[in-house]
């Protein structure tokens, strides 16, 4: 399996460029934010958990987002690879990860980091929001809450996956044509 995570604050454009390269690689896309909207969409136990934490625009704890995707990796064994989108967000979501991966006899093979300043990011939500109907994307105090916490919790990971030499930053400003060359140019580096 060839796994990429996709990396990037809110509103980077991680689940539009998922979309392209989950047909270009043949791969399965995994949103983090999908499995918990579906969780929370069925009122799951583990979806009741996380919409206190989602509604605050903070992250789910490590282990209960953990739980939650390696749930639905089980579900796609037979894949070429997987696509990773918001998830691991966290070192120990990374090393949780890494271990169930082992587990499969697969490993993350890199992480691509769409990077974007954080004015445009908050401006992409706030637009998105409008018509997507997230709660968490129409109110700008807690859009910049999720980037201080991606800030404090996220950022680590790039030295995490950097001492793997799994890194790799791309300029997520421009058209989607644009960017999705720049990813697949990491990707078909590999």
Same mark, same amino acid.
């Given at each position: @399996?060839?796994? %990429? ?10 689940? *539009?460029?998922?979309?392209?390269? !989950?047909?270009?690689?043949?791969? *399965? ?11 929370? !969409? +069925? ?7 996380? =919409?206190?934490? @989602? ?11 953990? !739980? @939650?995707? %390696? ?10 690879? &997987? ?5 691991? =967000?966290? %070192?120990? /979501? ?8 082992? #587990? ?43 980037? /201080?916490?991606?800030?404090?919790? *996220?950022?680590?990971? @790039?030295?995490?996956?950097?001492? /793997? ?7 997520? &400003?421009? #058209?989607?044509?644009? &960017?999705?060359?720049?990813?697949? !140019?990491? &990707?078909? +580096?590999?």
């Amino acid at each position: @399996m060839t796994n %990429i995570v996709l990396f990037g604050k809110p509103g980077a454009g991680k689940g *539009t460029q998922a979309e392209f390269l !989950k047909e270009k690689y043949k791969l *399965t896309h995994i949103s983090t934010g999908d499995v918990f909207r579906f969780n929370l !969409k +069925n009122d799951t136990e583990l979806g009741k958990q996380a =919409r206190v934490y @989602m509604d605050a625009g903070d992250l789910v704890p490590d282990e209960l987002t953990t !739980k @939650m995707l %390696i749930d639905e990796v089980n579900k796609h064994l037979d894949t070429n690879g &997987i696509l990773f989108d918001g998830y691991p =967000r966290t %070192i120990a /979501q990374a090393e949780a990860l890494d271990v169930f991966l082992t #587990s499969l006899g697969s490993k993350v093979a890199a992480t691509v980091a769409l990077e974007a300043d954080d004015e445009v990011l908050v401006q992409r939500l706030l637009e998105r929001g409008k018509t997507s109907g997230r709660i968490d994307d129409q109110d700008e105090e807690k859009i910049r809450n999720r980037y /201080q916490e991606y800030n404090e919790k *996220t950022a680590p990971l @790039m030295s995490y996956y950097q001492a /793997q030499g799994k890194f790799h930053a791309v300029n997520g &400003i421009g #058209s989607i044509a644009e &960017i999705t060359d720049r990813v697949s !140019k990491v &990707i078909d +580096n590999l």
